[in-house]
C-alpha cells in the first residue's frame, strides 16, 4: 500500500517561512501528479497546489500563488512545499496528496496524515 | 471562479438511504470526486469519476451526476459512515481544484 509522509509543520511568526516535506513508499510517483491540501480549524478542505509528473504543469490556489512554491524529487520520491510570507490565515493541517490525472479532472486516491502548521501574530 | 455548494447537515436513522448534494453550475460537464473526512484522520476517497469506487469502499457508496447537482448517495447507512463528505472538481477553465463546502453526515 503507498503511504505518505508529511513532516516539517510547527509554530512560526507572521510573515515568516516554512518548509513542507512529503515523503512517499510503497509506491512510485513518476506517474502520478502530487498536491497539497489544507484544512483549518473548523473550515473545510481547501486546495493549495498542483504539480503534474512531469512538473510541466504547476497551479496554485489564488490564496497562495505568489507565496508556496511547490515542487517534486522523484528521485528521493519527494513533494515539497516552500511557504512564505505566512500568515494566520494559513494555519491549517496540511496534506499531502497522490493525485490521478483523468480526461478533464484530477482525484485524490492516497492522502498522508497531514502536517500542523500553526502562524502567530 | 467556479463554486460548489453543499448542504451543512443530513441526518439519517441506521439502515436508510443519505443523499448527499453537490450543486454547481452546469455540474454534468465536470467529472465529481467525493471524499469522506472523519476528524482527525485523513480523507478517504469514496468516489472518482461520477460513479465509481475504489476498492476497499462498500458498495453502498454510489455517486452521479446530472444538470447542476452531482449526488453521493449513502444506502443502509452505518453508524461508521458518520463523517463530512466533499465533493470536488477540477476547473479547466482555471486550472484549479474546487472543493465543495462540505456535508456532515449524522447517523441518529
Known amino acids: 500500500d503507498v503511504h505518505l509522509a508529511e513532516s516539517g509543520g510547527g509554530l512560526v511568526k507572521s510573515g515568516g517561512s516554512l518548509r513542507l516535506s512529503c515523503v512517499v513508499s510503497?509506491?512510485?510517483?513518476?506517474?502520478?501528479?502530487l498536491i497539497w491540501v489544507r484544512q483549518a480549524p473548523g473550515k473545510g478542505l481547501e486546495w493549495v497546489a498542483y504539480i503534474d509528473s512531469t512538473s510541466t504543469y504547476i497551479h496554485y490556489a489564488d490564496s497562495v500563488k505568489g507565496r508556496f512554491t511547490i515542487s517534486r524529487d522523484d528521485a528521493k520520491k519527494s513533494l515539497y512545499l516552500q511557504m512564505n510570507s505566512l500568515g494566520v490565515e494559513d494555519s491549517a493541517v496540511y496534506y499531502c496528496v497522490r493525485g490521478r490525472d483523468i480526461v478533464a479532472s484530477v482525484y485524490f486516491d492516497s492522502w498522508g496524515q497531514g502536517t500542523p502548521v500553526t502562524v502567530s501574530s | 471562479s467556479y463554486a460548489l455548494t453543499q448542504t451543512p447537515s443530513v441526518s439519517v436513522a441506521p439502515g436508510q438511504t443519505a443523499r448527499v448534494a453537490c450543486g454547481g453550475n452546469n455540474i454534468e460537464s465536470k467529472v465529481v470526486n467525493w471524499y469522506q473526512k472523519k476528524p482527525d484522520r485523513a480523507p478517504v476517497l469514496v468516489i472518482y469519476?461520477?460513479?465509481d469506487r475504489p476498492s476497499g469502499i462498500p458498495a453502498r457508496f454510489s455517486g452521479s451526476n446530472s444538470g447542476n447537482t452531482a449526488t453521493l448517495t449513502i444506502s443502509g447507512v452505518e453508524a461508521g459512515d458518520e463523517a463530512d463528505y466533499y465533493c470536488q472538481v477540477w476547473d479547466s477553465s482555471t486550472d484549479h481544484c474546487v472543493f465543495g463546502t462540505g456535508t456532515t453526515v449524522t447517523v441518529l
Open positions: 469519476d461520477d460513479d
Open positions: 510503497g509506491s512510485t510517483i513518476y506517474t502520478y501528479s
